[in-house]
């Protein structure tokens, strides 16, 4: 596919968002959902032009941004040269995962060739071994802790595909299959090397096969809150790490050592995840208090998402212990609740966590108190027991 370098910012203010952004946007019908955030990729691609990166670093890192970007918007816009390759739920997959692994051989097109089947010994190929293992966890996560087979419920095999294009700098579920790129060497490495960015692009196809929450604003914003949450807990539940001494970082060492970054994002900590030359720094607000309003990015969905991702962190370590247990339990009863409403804002989340909390756990057990304070935390205050229909707060 013909790739167009295009990384100029949409708010046409130095940053990729405006707070006082006015305009209607629409929904995008696209299934793209990609891990790295588009104003992240704007950033690094604008430092070599704007003097704040150096040297051959710089000029790699902003044309390979340049690259990303450009092969994102058209992904995103339906230019992908896809072909179906996921098989439907069998009964074989009630023994364990299907997984399928592909190497696109640095090309565009995709699932490319078949490199490693379910049973088949390790490849070699790093990044092929990664997937196929992450993969795994993140089934035996779902198996394990929930009692859900796979993505849908049903045992839907898993396919990935490594080695996408070029100096890829990203990784994204497509709506059948997760797909890695190697990163360009200087500001990212191999995507396949983070499990809670493997775990969290699968977590989208979970989403699509359950609440199938709008791909824009609030829900949109919840919706990539999702795949974090369940992206670090795949990660705590491989490492066997509790609540409080867990780290809460999404995509922990993939930034390479030429930039300062410890993670893409910080559930915890929102705004702390990076603060670099090359990179900027991390702008995702703490709370309510600091909303990003915009029309960039689907509605800001990943500068936003960080609001309901503190709220989870914070109950969750409130509350102790693995973090997948019961705070995990409760957001999972809520993705999986058919009567969520997919333009869902985070005051009815919010709710909804609460009614479920209350449901499994009982009014005023520490799990109902824990949740509605982590809620108040980032400034969503939420009084009644039961979850209200509601829309997406058009930002």
Sequence with gaps: MAIESNSS?????????????????????????????????????ESASSGRGQGVVADHASSSAAR????????????????????????????????????????????????????????????????????????????????????????????????FDRDYDNAFWDGERMVFGDGDGEVFGRFTASL??????????????????EYFGQAGALNESLSDVF????????????????????????F?????????????????????????RDPQPKDMDGYVETTADNGGVHINSSIPNRAFASAARALGG??????GQVWFDVATDSSLPSTVDFEGFAAATVSAAVTRYGAESDVHRAVAAGWATVGVVVDAQEPAESSTRRV
């Design 68 to 163: 990303t970007l450009a092969i994102d918007r058209q992904l995103a816009r339906g230019r992908s040269p896809l072909r179906s390759t996921v098989r439907a739920s069998s009964a074989a997959a009630a023994e364990g995962p299907v997984r399928s692994i592909h190497d696109a051989q640095n090309r565009d097109a995709l699932p490319g060739r078949l490199v490693r089947s379910e049973g088949e010994p390790a490849s070699g190929d790093v990044s092929v071994d990664e997937a196929y293992d992450g993969l795994g966890t993140t089934f035996a996560f779902f198996r394990e802790v929930y009692g859900y087979e796979s993505l849908d419920g049903k045992g839907l095999p898993l396919s990935a595909t490594v080695h």
């Design 322 to 327: 693995p973090a997948w247990d019961r705070a």
């Design 196 to 213: 809670s960015v493997i775990a969290h692009e699968l977590t989208h196809g979970f989403t699509q096969y359950t609440s199938a929450l």
């Design 9 to 45: 910012s949409e708010s046409g203010s130095g940053s990729p968002f405006n707070r006082n952004a006015s305009g209607s946007g629409t929904f995008p019908s696209s299934q793209l959902r990609t891990v790295v955030p588009p104003f992240l990729l704007e950033r690094i691609a």
């Design 256 to 280: 390479l050592p030429a930039v300062e970054g410890r993670a893409l994002r910080s559930m915890i900590d929102p705004g702390t995840a990076y603060d670099d030359d090359i990179l900027g």
């Design 231 to 254: 992206g670090v807990l795949v990660e705590q539940y491989s490492s066997k790490q509790d609540a409080k001494t867990a780290s809460w970082l999404v995509g922990e060492g993939l």
